[in-house]
T-cell receptor
Framework: AQTVTQSQPEMSVQEAETVTLSCTYD???????LFWYKQPPSRQMILVIR??????QNATENRFSVNFQKAAKSFSLKISDSQLGDTAMYFC?????????????FGQGTILTVHP | EPEVTQTPSHQVTQMGQEVILRCVPI?????FYWYRQILGQKVEFLVS????????KSEIFDDQFSVERPDGSNFTLKIRSTKLEDSAMYFC???????????FGQGTRLTVV
């Protein structure tokens, strides 16, 4: 079974600064997908960024980028130029590429607070 | 932009009562899911549904739970006899294909009293 671990329960950052959220995972699969989801106080789950394991290039979406280290099974999220609207719970998630029918396995989440 | 919609947004029910949580997935999506999130905890997979049958379920999804896609548009989660520990946020999600993005609904907050 896959496991996803986020070791930082809470993080804080000043507006306009950069912050990195950590995530590690464990799997025996070679083909899989990794995601970061944002959950603001409204509790909606919003996809921030995704990474396919077969791609060596790290994914980037505007101010959000990942550092994907496949051998180390590490998938961190970097938020540059943090904004007040980035305040939310962030979940790292794993999706297997086999016969898992697309289910997501989530980490415990990291609460990020951006201070003005 | 198409979206997954869930109703109601908040439901309060008495212990032992049956509840049905409703979801309308995006129209051309083929894979459907229910997840739950107990307050302050992580999001947990409950069940996946494809081709009108359950494709995978977790240990949480016991005989008290059932899912149905009664009319080709709605996707429902029924809890037969609610317990206090069923209090949680329940999220519906759908995706078009296995390798496409999963879209989540806004969630239904279930409170069992």
């Amino acid at each position: 079974a896959q496991t996803v671990t986020q070791s930082q329960p809470e993080m804080s950052v000043q507006e306009a600064e950069t912050v990195t959220l950590s995530c590690t995972y464990d799997t025996s699969e070679s083909n899989y997908y990794l995601f970061w989801y944002k959950q603001p106080p409204s509790r909606q789950m919003i996809l921030v960024i995704r990474q396919e394991a077969y791609k060596q290039q790290n994914a980037t979406e505007n101010r959000f980028s990942v550092n994907f280290q496949k051998a180390a099974k590490s998938f961190s999220l970097k938020i540059s130029d943090s904004q007040l609207g980035d305040t939310a719970m962030y979940f790292c998630a794993f999706k297997g590429g086999g016969t898992s029918y697309g289910k997501l396995t989530f980490g415990q989440g990291t609460i990020l607070t951006v201070h003005p | 932009e198409p979206e997954v919609t869930q109703t109601p947004s908040h439901q309060v029910t008495q212990m032992g009562q049956e509840v049905i949580l409703r979801c309308v997935p995006i129209s051309n999506h083929l894979y459907f899911y229910w997840y739950r999130q107990i307050l302050g905890q992580k999001v947990e997979f409950l069940v996946s549904f494809y081709n009108n049958e359950i494709s995978e379920k977790s240990e949480i999804f016991d005989d008290q739970f059932s899912v149905e896609r009664p009319d080709g548009s709605n996707f429902t989660l029924k809890i037969r006899s609610t317990k206090l520990e069923d209090s949680a946020m329940y999220f519906c999600a759908s995706r078009q294909g296995l390798n496409t993005e999963a879209f989540f609904g806004q969630g239904t907050r279930l409170t069992v009293v």
